[in-house]
């Protein structure tokens, strides 16, 4: 059960949440194979020959610094490397903002979610 009483609130300043988006877009998103989106937690499925487990272990390191509300798990099974990211109710909208190919660079996360800018 998620703790909906969690602070929700990524602490990139708007440059450095558009570099993030930028680098997961180049480097990943290209070799995403599927993505599924259900209730509070996003799965995205990678061909395990186009993205390591070393560079999914890069981007958990880089988003518990930035986002520590979110929770990360990675599993492997012989063609694909699949990290599943959940969070608080209210997180969905900001993880799927993140991980989409098709959002704006610039940050569209609701009201729900914070940037701290201080």
């Known amino acids: 059960m998620h703790n909906t009483e969690s602070t929700i609130c990524c602490t990139l300043s708007q440059p450095e949440l558009r570099q ?5 877009r ?5 070799h995403l194979k599927a993505s599924t989106y259900t209730g509070f937690a996003t799965r995205l499925v990678f061909a395990k020959s186009a993205i390591s487990f070393v560079q999914l ?10 986002c520590p509300f979110l929770a ?3 599993s492997q099974t012989d063609g ?20 989409s190919a098709e959002s704006p ?13 201080g």
């Open 20 to 24: 993030r988006k930028s680098d997961i």
């Open 26 to 30: 180049r480097s990943l998103l290209p």
């Open 57 to 66: 272990e890069r981007l958990i390191a880089l988003e518990r610094t930035c």
């Open 72 to 74: 990360f798990e990675i």
């Open 80 to 99: 694909e490397l699949t990290l599943t990211i959940s969070g608080p109710e209210g997180s969905e909208d900001f993880v799927r903002d993140l991980f």
């Open 105 to 117: 660079l610039a940050c569209g996360w609701s009201g729900s979610i914070a940037e701290n800018t």
